[in-house]
């Protein structure tokens, strides 16, 4: 089955600095990768996604990156703020209809 | 509704008791997925249906482990004999059949076996 891995764990960053988080996975067949923010209690939401047909996808502060080929995709944040600290956490799937395989979360924490 | 809705919110069981979680879906979304998350972890998938039929269920951990969507919409997950290990958050998801579809959450039902 899917393995992603997630990596940082844990990240801090500045007011207006960037933060990045990298995802690998290890399923050929995954088309789908979302990413989902979590702040404490809440329910994960979408923030943005990406299929294996694109390779940069971007949302005003929010950009995410995949190369299909080394099976690895990443989220990158700039000019962070303060309500960007939250649990960040990719994950895989053939399709937005299919079961999702989570990474471990990262936690992003933004100093005013 | 206007999105997935879970109940409790919170449930506290002693060891060995059997619980019974609730998921609403958003009206209309044909999937619905269940998920663990333990603490500080990736959410993991449990079972999956589409309408009534479930179709996947390899992710329940045990035959302790129950779900059932009987019309389709509203969905229970039943824990039998709850166990210390069962703690975590269950979240539940739905989405619809369109190619650009999108999975919404629920707030998730935090288990705690004491």
């Known amino acids: 089955g899917e393995n992603v891995e997630q990596h940082p764990s844990t990240l801090s960053v500045q007011e207006g600095d960037s933060a990045v988080i990298k995802c690998t996975y290890s399923d050929s067949a995954s088309n789908y990768f979302p990413w989902y923010k979590q702040e404490l209690g809440k329910r994960p939401q979408l923030i943005i996604d990406?299929?294996?047909?694109?390779g940069e996808k971007k949302d005003q502060r929010i950009a995410v990156t995949l190369n299909k080929t080394a099976k690895h995709f990443s989220l990158h944040i700039t000019e962070t703020q303060p309500e960007d600290s939250a649990v960040y956490f990719c994950?895989?799937?053939?399709?937005?209809?299919?079961?999702?395989?989570f990474g471990t979360g990262t936690s992003l924490t933004v100093i005013p | 509704g206007a999105g997935v809705s879970q109940s409790p919110r919170y449930k506290v069981a002693k060891r060995g008791q059997d619980v019974a979680l609730r998921c609403d879906p958003i009206s209309g979304h044909v999937s619905l997925f269940w998920y663990q998350q333990a603490l500080g972890q990736g959410p993991e998938f449990l079972t999956y249906f589409q309408n009534e039929a479930q179709l996947d269920k390899s992710g329940l951990p045990s035959d302790r482990f129950f779900a059932e969507r009987p019309e389709g919409s509203v969905s229970t997950l039943k824990i039998q004999r709850t166990q210390q290990e069962d703690s975590a958050v269950y979240l539940c998801?739905?989405?619809?059949?369109?190619?650009?579809?999108?999975?919404?959450f629920g707030q998730g039902t935090r288990l705690t076996v004491v």
């Open positions: 990406i299929r294996s047909n694109v």
């Open positions: 998801a739905s989405s619809s059949l369109h190619q650009n579809t999108e999975a919404f």
């Open positions: 994950a895989a799937s053939i399709s937005p209809r299919d079961q999702f395989y």
